[in-house]
């Protein structure tokens, strides 16, 4: 599934994604042209809203935070839009709800490491604990240089995980072609919103991915059909957030995550002075080195908690919706042997 990637390349590899829209075969009610307008000027509001006014704000745990309430409303809005249609899942071809439940687990597994990767930077708070408990405790600068190194070293690692993302958001980028719609008005309405919302689910997770791993190279665009009311949007968005994050990987900076940044650069202002190779400095400068260090660590930890609860959120969205579907087809199809194999092999899935 997944291929080589050149670095920040355009990535259309699947056609025009809307000739399940085109005019042939049924045509769009007034009530369903509303419904599918008042839902794609919500994604274009959202999209415009994740466009950082100050650069700064890119790749921060607080721009992760309200992209990832972006995601979670919008797949809410997916919810409500199929209440909306009316749309009974006995009038669900068996393509729609295949597409839906393989790209909902793939969401699920990018969630699950994302949320090891939080963890995983959460435990470093132990680390900068101990760090400032040696450094406010007299004479014990040896021990600040080994929880000093231990900080590095812990930040430094990489993720398997996180990285086994890609060859997931790999396969997501190449089913963006959704299924065919024929002669079913309110199954083009859902399978167009839900291709807005899988844009901007993709575009959000691999900057996270990015951000997390510093793969710069695994950048590429994702492009959209200009007639779509939210194109614009979503072309200013990922222009600005990659335009940023290329600027950053070129600095060669240890980390292009703002808030972590923060702390390295705190560790390293105190670094010459545990190692007992600066000029020696006031008691007061010192105090204020060691409180800034503990200042960007809560604000570190903070962000990391807020975070983690809007992932496991949005985890918990994408799970329940699989779940409704699946008991919705389970009464449906009221005999275990009428139901189509895709979703008996999704039903017996441990979680």
Known sequence: MSRPQEPYRQFFPFGNPFR???????????????????FEETLSERLRRLIPKNKDDILS???????????????????????????????????????????????????VAFSSELSRLNQGKLLLQCLLHNLESNGHFTKAHSSLASWRHHIGQKNP?????????????????LPKVKNSAKGKVLMR????????????????????????????????????????????????????????FSSGRATVLREVDEV?????????????????????????????????????SHALDLLGKDVDGFFKIVLTSRDTLLCNLRTYSNVAHTMPKKIMREGQVGR
Not at 163 to 176: A, D, G, Y
Not at 232 to 241: D, N, P
């Open 161 to 177: 995980r996180v990285e086994n993302c890609f060859p997931i958001l790999e396969s997501l980028v190449e089913t963006l072609d």
């Open 20 to 38: 399940m829209i085109s005019p042939k075969g049924s045509k769009l009610s007034n009530r369903l042209m509303t419904l599918l307008n008042k």
């Open 61 to 111: 745990f607080s721009w992760m935070k309200l992209a990832m309430e972006s995601l979670c409303d919008s797949h809410n809005d997916i919810k409500t839009l199929i209440t909306d249609l009316e749309l009974p899942v006995s009038d669900w071809d068996e393509k729609w709800i295949d597409f839906y439940l393989d790209n909902s687990v793939k969401l699920l597994d990018v969630c």
């Open 193 to 248: 919103a839900m291709y807005g919302v899988k844009v901007a689910t993709i575009f959000v997770f691999r900057v996270s991915a990015v951000a997390f791993t510093g793969s710069g190279k695994k950048l590429s665009d994702l492009s959209v059909p200009e007639t779509l009311p939210w194109a614009h949007a979503f072309s200013v968005l990922q222009s600005t957030v990659y335009e940023e994050m290329k600027n950053k």
């Open 264 to 300: 390295n650069v705190s560790v390293k202002k105190l670094d010459p002075v545990i190692q007992d190779t600066a000029d020696p400095i006031e008691a007061e400068t010192f105090k204020s080195l060691v409180t800034d260090l503990g200042s960007k660590g809560e604000e570190l």
